[in-house]
């Protein structure tokens, strides 16, 4: 993969896929799905600066698993993989 650092507090994420069958056994068609909330982050930034021009580290790190907004995000094509670049604001928590 393409080298790609995001920067200040952005953080690139990867959705993982959605269960194609409801519990009740249906199988979902693609044009019928949502797309998942729920992803991998790939890369994060490096942070912000405060006021006191100190780096704030982000919360999250690559490798966690996070859920996120239904809209959050800029859907992009790196190296033939649909990734997402957000801020870590939209990111609403890690999946322990």
Avoid: C, Y
């Avoid at 056994?25 to 790939?42: F, H, L, M, N």
């Amino acid at each position: 993969m393409t080298k790609f650092r995001p920067l200040h507090d952005r953080v690139v994420v990867k959705r993982l896929d959605s269960e194609e069958k409801t519990k009740g056994g249906i199988i979902i068609p693609d044009t019928a799905k949502e797309k998942p909330s729920e992803g991998q982050v790939v890369a994060v930034g490096p942070g912000t600066r405060g006021d006191d021009g100190k780096l704030n580290a982000l919360d999250v790190k690559a490798g966690d698993r996070v859920l996120f907004g239904k809209w959050s995000g800029t859907e992009v094509k790196i190296d033939g993989e649909d990734l997402l670049i957000m801020k870590e604001s939209d990111i609403l928590g890690i999946i322990a």
